[in-house]
């Protein structure tokens, strides 16, 4: 079999821990063997960030920018204990965070879905994908405690120094307060990569905030996505899906009693709370895949879970783990498939929904890691295999279908 090639590129990410394991065993089982595999490769384990100074981080950023789609290996975020453990020079930043910040981009989550693990929301039976709004809010904001007798103020000066001045609330007890911001450059490009999102998967959207209560700050929110919207409407009637905004706790109820098979759309801390809720409802983090997407159409794909440390401390004393690979191998499909399709090579584009294919049907046949069988509702019972085995028989299904 000759293999398939490739114009342009990967950004290949490459991480830390248990997920740097089976990313290597992907590449191995399933993907070399196929694909003349082009990649820019930037290690982002943390041995190698903190060689760098970090520097390997913004550089795959760029790459990023400059290649326009990229595939990471999750990766650890030191914190004190990660300090001594790899005995840093500085406690670096989170690498998403920085990655973020450079291709301004929105964090896409969906989940992946198979016959036989049902969701705890049964009613489920599509997809439901959380796009959350990555910049300001509570997550930048300041706040002070106060004593009884204090006054707070939202003050705002301009160039000039000319001051307005709203009083918050004079306390007669002690009690707290906070101020926070957004910009509309961010709700705007949040809203077009959502919108986006959208149009290119063929999926409506739900747009939610609390517009009634924060009249001024969600309104501005619902103001922006309105306009931009616009820009899109003729492509969602072409694609038959709609755009709705309504209050965050109307979509709860919606979502809940859909089937799916919706973008929902959320702002920083609503979404940092409802991704949770929705990776927890369909079942594994092991299942749940990630696009970070850039308003001006760069595509970064990952697992959404962690380096999953505990197996690897028990892959480090001779145990051969049963960690889940199935949001990392989506990640890499993800960005085939996208890099197919911006470099016109329809055999990649085929190999990656085959191989997502095979993947499933894996699964569906009763061959699962562990994190699943437990989930497992199907006719046979379900086998439990490490995540060697069950790439393996990933593979195997992929040479059925090729
Ligand atoms: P985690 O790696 O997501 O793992 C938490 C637990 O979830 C695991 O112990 C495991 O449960 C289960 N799990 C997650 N992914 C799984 C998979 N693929 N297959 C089977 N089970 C899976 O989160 P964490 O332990 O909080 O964080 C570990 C490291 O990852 C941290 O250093 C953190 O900074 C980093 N992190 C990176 C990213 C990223 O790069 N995007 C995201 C989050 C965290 P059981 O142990 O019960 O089997
Ligand atoms: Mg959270």
């Keep these: 079999m000759t293999k398939i090639q490739m114009k342009t590129p990967l950004v290949e990410m490459d991480g830390d821990e248990m997920t740097r394991i089976l990313w290597q065993e992907i590449k191995d089982i399933l993907l070399t063997p196929y694909i003349d595999l082009k990649t820019e490769y930037y290690d982002l384990g943390l ?17 990023t920018k400059r290649l326009g789609v990229a595939v990471k290996c999750a990766t650890i975020t030191p914190n004190v204990q990660r300090m001594s453990e790899y005995h840093l020079k500085k406690m670096w930043k989170s690498p998403n965070g920085t990655i973020r910040r450079i291709l301004d981009g929105t964090v896409f989550r969906a989940p992946i879905l198979c016959e036989g693990i049902v969701p705890y929301i049964p009613g489920w039976k599509q997809p439901i994908v959380l796009a959350r709004h990555a910049y300001g809010d509570v997550y930048s904001a300041v706040d002070e405690e106060l004593e009884a007798g204090e006054k707070a103020y939202l003050v705002i000066e301009n160039e000039k120094g000319e001051v307005r001045r709203r009083l918050i609330h004079a306390f007669d007890g002690a009690g707290v307060v906070q101020g926070m911001h957004n ?23 739900i747009f939610s905030t609390k517009d009634t209560i924060s009249k001024q700050y969600d ?41 799916g098979g919706l973008l ?28 970070l997407v850039s308003p001006d159409g760069k595509y970064e794909y990952e697992a959404a879970h962690g380096t999953v ?18 949001a990392t191998l989506f990640a890499w499909t993800g960005a085939l498939r996208k890099r197919g ?62």
């Design 341 to 402: 399709e911006l470099d016109g090579i329809e055999a990649l584009m085929t190999f990656a929904d085959k191989l997502e294919e095979a993947a499933i049907a894996t699964i569906e046949s009763g061959v699962m890691t562990k994190d699943l069988s437990g989930l497992w509702e199907g006719e046979t019972p379900a086998r439990s295999v490490t995540s060697a085995e069950f790439l393996q028989a990933i593979r195997a299904e992929l040479d059925k279908r090729l």
């Design 183 to 205: 910009t509309d450059a961010s709700i705007r490009s949040f809203a077009h990569s959502c919108f986006r999102y959208a149009v290119e998967n063929g999926i409506p959207m």
């Design 264 to 291: 929902w759309a959320c702002k920083n801390y609503d979404g940092d709370v409802m991704s949770d809720m929705v990776a927890t409802a369909y079942g594994s983090l092991g299942m749940m895949s990630s696009v």
């Design 47 to 63: 041995p190698h960030r903190d060689e760098t100074d970090d520097r390997v981080t913004v550089e795959s950023a760029e790459a």
């Design 309 to 326: 440390t505990r197996h690897y401390y028990r892959y480090l004393e001779g145990e051969n783990p049963s960690t889940n690979p199935m």
């Design 219 to 259: 309104g501005r929110f619902k103001k922006i996505f309105e306009e931009v919207y616009e820009e899109y409407r003729a492509s969602f009637e072409e694609k038959g899906i709609w755009y709705l905004y309504t209050l965050i706790d109307d979509a709860v109820a919606r979502v809940v009693r859909s089937e």
